[in-house]
Each structure stands twice: as C-alpha cells, then as structure tokens.
C-alpha cells in the first residue's frame, strides 16, 4: 500500500540524498533519540489521519499502523549509526518535513481506498 507505492521509494531516495545531516550527533545532553523523535512524529501523525478519518474500518486502520511500523523500520534501519544519539535542531526540522511528506502518502492511501 504505502511503503510498495513509487512514492515511498521517492521519498527514500529523497531520505538518501540528506543522510548528510545524519552524519554528525549533537554535542547537547538530551533526554531524546533519533529514535524517540521519529516514533513520536511517526504516532502523531497515524493519530492524525485516524481522526481526519473517523470512519476508516477497522481492518484498514490496522493495515495503516502495519505500514507505519515498516516506515519506523525503514528508518531505523537507515538510521542505524545515528538512531540512539542525540538528534540536531537541524536533524529534527527535516524529519518533521519527511514524515509530514509520508503522512501525504497515507492520505493518498486512504483517498484510493474511499474512491
């Protein structure tokens, strides 16, 4: 549905092109990941969708949580040197970009579904 879809691969090769700003952790202590700042923005906007759309079926909701896991997985896995360090305010600004451009693809989803 989503992660098989071409713009999911777009958005990885997107993804790919600014591992850059991956490449280096913040020298601030924090309290926060990489990791607890995607799966935060990850379920925030899942939560989002499923109250943009109250009458989703049950079983539609639950294929929608499955492909959000697989993003997390995706990420985690892409982000495999930098997902238990401290994310940068630039690291964070482009994750919010990135996972507000995947939630498009779930809403794109959900409309082909409905139609």
């Known amino acids: 549905m989503v992660v098989e879809s071409e713009g999911y691969h777009a958005l990885i090769e997107y993804f790919t092109e600014h591992l850059s700003l991956f490449e280096r952790a913040s020298k601030d202590s924090c309290s926060e990941t990489v990791e607890d700042v995607v799966t935060d ?4 906007n899942l939560m989002a969708v499923f109250s943009q759309n109250p009458d989703l079926e049950a079983d539609f909701r639950f294929k929608l949580m499955q492909e959000a896991d697989r ?28 996972i507000g451009l995947v939630k498009n693809l779930f809403d794109s989803a959900i409309s082909l579904q409905e139609g």
């Open 41 to 44: 923005m990850i379920a925030t």
């Open 71 to 98: 993003v997390v997985e995706d990420l985690s896995e892409v982000l495999a040197g930098a997902w238990r360090c401290c994310p940068t305010n630039e690291q964070i600004a482009f994750l919010e970009d990135y």
